[in-house]
């Protein structure tokens, strides 16, 4: 309710005048005062920083002597667009991106439209595929490297049990990504199935129930109904998996440290290994500017789509 | 005397309220849904900030005082529980925050559970309560503070007519029994009229008029009172320059158009009875005259059929006139005789 | 006929449902095979399903190959003041976002949003940087502090708040509550299922986290769990699955058991993201 604000005090006494002033200020600085201490963790940690990593990318600086940093301007970006291992790095991350997505994505939409019933054995199942989603990345990474050892591993003896030949999963340059690729597709894929679920079951029923009057065949069902309106959900899922798959480190790190000759390696262990062991701050902090880039076109990009949703509903 | 005073000369909503409320009065706030009375009783509350105007509770300017700190209770429609505590904790959080000891609570909140027949309900939560429960856990947590106001905004209208019924002889038995200042907000004009003590309709933010219910029924200031308060409503015939009113109840109907009609009768009608509806004891019947549509209500001793030619008289005492333009009462003695309709004065 | 064929299809459906819930649980169950048996017998090819004889020793193998009390404690540590921390900033800018009206709002919300989708990874530099000049490299603050916010808290604690009705709120401050206690005791209270969901969020994200710890921490008195179970793959040279195995299941079945009791509200945490 909006009321005009008419100053009446010509009768109110001076002294109770100051009171309500007082009180009006509290009361104006209050939502700024509980904004506040969140506000300072994020100036701290987040927005600071991101003004901070820009600076840093034009300076030649490393981590063992933080006093000495000399000013280069864009050579850091120059020598990282001339290395051709970064050209490596990002042609590692844009592969896995896209085959951790497309296959992520893919398995979980036709295993949520399978799933997506309130069968008991099924709610177990949900459960089950959803579980690799909540567990530590170290043991999931360790896990699969014991899977996939060459020699014992289970997933070769399983290969010969059905007769075809050993495969050599992390050893090979040829195969390592791609066996990466797979330990992020088992992790995402029951967190993106369950979203999906939530996104089906939010599709009110009685378009069902139209489309079944109207002899709707199962397939146009799919293409007129259910996709179209899961698109929003199919649209956070790419986004996210997207922004999470540039991210990728952990499982780098502990099976791979970028190898067989930096086949695996990607942005976040490159600029990892640029900062933290050769050394070479300025290196680290371009490559970061990059990501950083990346991931806030995609941001803005994901704000812009669902700001434009808002408004056709 | 003590007494309340409220002033408030409010731009769009509540336009420019000036209000006396009597000490130890029960006074009923009334009006048609969006006519301000809620946020008038909201201000009261220091709910609502007052933009303009003095609002005086005992002689002292409250505008700026934080609402728990006016020594104002409120009752509100949806009872506003705290749904995470239980009955006891519900009643005591008020007196908690007012600085008394445990000790105190725990006392004051037994002897209010036992005056609203709560004592073996303390350890619930508002969830395992009924409607009417929850009513009187609301009502124990106002009383409980002891306050110089209760506000209750529409505390009736989630119960059921039957509880309502109940709780509104209850309400009032309360008042009397406290004695403390009672300020009710309600659309229904059957609560208020049972209620108050002095009652104060309400339309488009301002007051139309302030009186007890009696005078309210037998001189309605106004148009907007006359037709708001009673049920069915006035009936209102307009003319040239006034508009005349009378209550249904007063109207006297005669079958056929026959001119026997007493000589005090001040408006004469003829018409056609279009449909009629049986209360029990009352029936009403829509007459279509003349001078326009007329509801007469009489006592069910004799059936008038629908279709029968009738004649409508009402005494001249009963007759209400009104400006055309302001809608305001003019007094009876101002009944000019050549602008009465073409019935005309028996 | 009819009717046995549907019977049938009912049948098969169920035995794919149980393959396809075996991909994903399979591995961990191979996980606990492997750290129950023998050296050789990890070793043999093709391997054993069931240990031949159950060995637990690998389990105080793995418990004395490093200080792993001191990891689990720095791990709980870490969960527990991150999750304190993040409840204290949320919850008053929670009820700020959603209680009162003020200049500058949306943009502040805004801004805590974008906090939402830009992770850690992007800007761990500079803020090791800004750690280390305050010299808190290596300490367990590092690993609390750069987490003393979180947009997603916020998000959640502000939805939960803008459904409790004006009325309890009006009735508090008629009860002479102060806004500091009507935010703390009648609106967190009434927001508890939304405190567990994220609460157990929380827990699980810095239980599991690996790259921070990682980045932040040089020496064993502040590591925690995730980056002490690495080092047991290191100082066992990477063979002794076994033991590797053992180490992991300390890691996996706390999470495992709060998945079990919670899986409800674990899901729906984690789903929530999505909306």
């Known amino acids: ?313 | 005397m003590q007494q309340v005073v409220k002033k408030y000369n409010n731009q769009t909503v509540v336009k420019g309220l000036d209000l006396v409320i009597p000490d130890g009065s029960f006074t009923v706030l009334v009006g048609p849904s969006g006519c301000g009375k809620s946020t008038t009783l909201r201000m009261i509350a220091g709910l609502e900030e007052i933009t303009a105007g003095d609002l005086l509770i005992d002689g002292q300017r409250v505008n700026d005082l934080a609402p728990g700190k006016r020594d104002v209770a409120m009752v509100f429609q949806n009872y506003a529980l705290y749904p995470t505590m239980n009955v006891f904790d519900n009643i005591a959080f008020g007196l908690l925050n007012r600085g008394f000891s445990k000790k105190d609570c725990k006392r004051m909140v037994e002897e209010i559970a036992e005056i609203v027949g709560l004592s073996s309900y303390l350890q619930r939560k508002p969830a395992e309560l009924s409607g009417g429960q929850r009513q009187r856990v609301a009502l124990a947590r106002a009383m409980v503070k002891k306050p110089r106001v209760f506000l209750m905004d529409e505390p009736l209208s989630n119960l059921d007519a039957k509880l309502r019924n109940q709780m509104r002889v209850e309400l009032t038995s309360l008042h009397k029994q406290l004695g403390t200042t009672f300020i009710y907000v309600t659309h229904d004009q059957v609560e208020a009229m049972t209620m108050g003590d002095q009652i104060v309709v309400m339309n488009e933010g301002e007051i139309m008029q302030k009186a007890s219910p009696f005078e309210l029924y037998q001189q309605p200031a106004n148009l907007f009172v006359a037709q708001f308060i009673g049920s069915p409503a006035m009936n209102i015939l307009p003319t040239d320059k006034e508009s005349i009113g009378f209550r249904p109840e007063k109207a006297m109907l005669t079958a056929g158009s026959a001119r026997t009609i007493q000589p005090a009768a001040g408006f004469v009608d003829h018409g056609r009875i279009v449909a009629r509806e049986i209360l029990g004891s009352d029936v009403l019947y829509y007459v279509s005259g003349r001078a326009g549509k007329i509801i007469a209500r009489k006592a069910a001793d004799e059936l008038l059929a629908e279709g029968t030619e009738v004649t409508v008289s009402v005494a001249a005492e009963h007759l209400y006139r009104f400006d055309q333009e302001t809608g305001r009462a003019l007094s009876v003695a101002a009944i000019k005789q050549e602008s009465l309709p073409s019935g005309g004065l028996g | ?275």
């Open chain 3, 1 to 275: 006929m009819h009717q046995s064929t549907r019977v049938a299809a009912r049948w098969i459906e169920a035995v794919l449902l149980v393959a396809v819930a075996l991909v994903f649980v399979f591995p961990f169950l191979w996980m606990f095979l492997t750290a129950f048996k023998t050296m050789p017998e990890v070793y043999q090819f093709p391997p054993t399903w069931l240990p031949e004889t159950w060995q637990f020793a690998n389990f105080e193998t793995a418990w004395s190959s490093g200080p792993f009390l001191r990891y689990v404690i720095n791990s709980v540590l870490v969960a527990i003041g991150v999750l304190i921390i993040q409840l204290l900033t949320a919850v008053p800018a929670a009820y700020a976002f959603a209680r009162y009206r003020f200049r500058g709002r949306n943009f502040l919300f805004g801004l805590a949003l974008i906090a939402l989708m830009i992770p850690p990874q992007v800007i761990f530099l500079p803020i090791y940087v800004e750690l280390s000049h305050m010299g808190l490299i290596n300490t367990l603050w590092s690993l609390v502090l750069p987490y003393g916010a979180s947009a997603f808290g916020i998000f959640l604690l502000r939805q939960a708040f803008m459904q409790v009705p004006d009325e309890v709120i009006e009735a508090a401050r008629l009860d002479s509550a102060s806004e500091w206690k009507i935010m703390w005791r009648v609106m967190v209270p009434m927001a508890k299922p939304v405190l567990v969901t994220f609460g157990l969020f929380s827990f699980i994200y810095h239980w599991n986290d690996y790259f921070w710890p990682l980045i932040m921490t040089n020496s064993d008195e502040v590591r925690t769990l995730p980056v002490g179970i690495t080092m047991l793959k290191a100082a066992e040279g990477g063979k002794q699955w076994n033991v590797i195995m053992a180490g992991n299941m300390m890691l996996v079945l706390p999470i495992l058991a709060i998945f079990f009791f919670a899986q409800r509200h674990i899901m729906k945490a984690f789903v929530y993201q999505s909306k």
């Open chain 1, 1 to 313: 309710m909006q009321k005009a604000v008419v100053a009446n005090s010509a009768n109110a006494p001076l002294l109770q005048q100051e009171v309500a002033v007082k009180a009006g200020r509290l009361t104006k600085v209050r939502p700024y005062l509980y904004v506040l201490p969140a506000l300072l963790f994020f100036s701290a940690f987040f927005f600071i920083p991101i003004l901070y990593i820009i600076y840093l990318s034009v300076f030649d600086w490393s981590l063992l002597n933080l006093e000495e940093m000399e000013w280069v301007g864009w050579q850091n970006y120059a020598d990282l667009l001339s290395d051709a291992d970064f050209h490596q790095v990002l042609l590692n991350t844009m592969l896995f991106t896209v085959a951790t997505v497309v296959l992520g994505i893919g398995l979980s939409f036709l295993l949520a439209l399978w799933l997506n019933q309130k069968r008991k054995l099924v709610a177990v199942v949900q459960a089950s595929v959803f579980s690799p989603h909540i567990i530590s990345l170290v043991s999931v990474s360790m896990l699969w490297m014991w899977l996939m050892d060459p020699q014992y591993g289970l997933l070769n003896a399983l290969l010969e049990f059905i007769g075809l030949p050993a495969y050599t999963w992390l050893a090979d340059t040829k195969s390592a990504l791609l066996s990466l690729v797979l330990v992020s597709v088992w992790k995402v894929v029951g967190y993106n199935t369950i979203v999906f679920i939530a996104g089906l079951q939010s599709i009110p029923k009685d378009l069902y129930e139209a489309a079944a009057l109207d002899r709707s065949t199962r397939w146009q069902t799919l293409r007129r109904i259910t996709i179209p309106m899961l698109s929003p959900t199919l649209f956070f899922l790419l986004i996210t998996n997207t922004i999470s798959s540039f991210q990728v480190f952990d499982t780098i790190s502990i099976m791979t440290q970028g190898g067989p000759v930096n086949s695996t390696n990607m942005l976040v262990y490159y600029i990892y290994e640029q900062g933290m062991d050769y050394y070479n701050g300025g290196l680290a902090s371009a490559a970061s500017v990059i990501l950083l880039g990346l991931v806030g076109l995609l941001t803005v990009f994901h704000f812009w789509t669902m700001r434009k949703r808002v408004h056709y509903r």
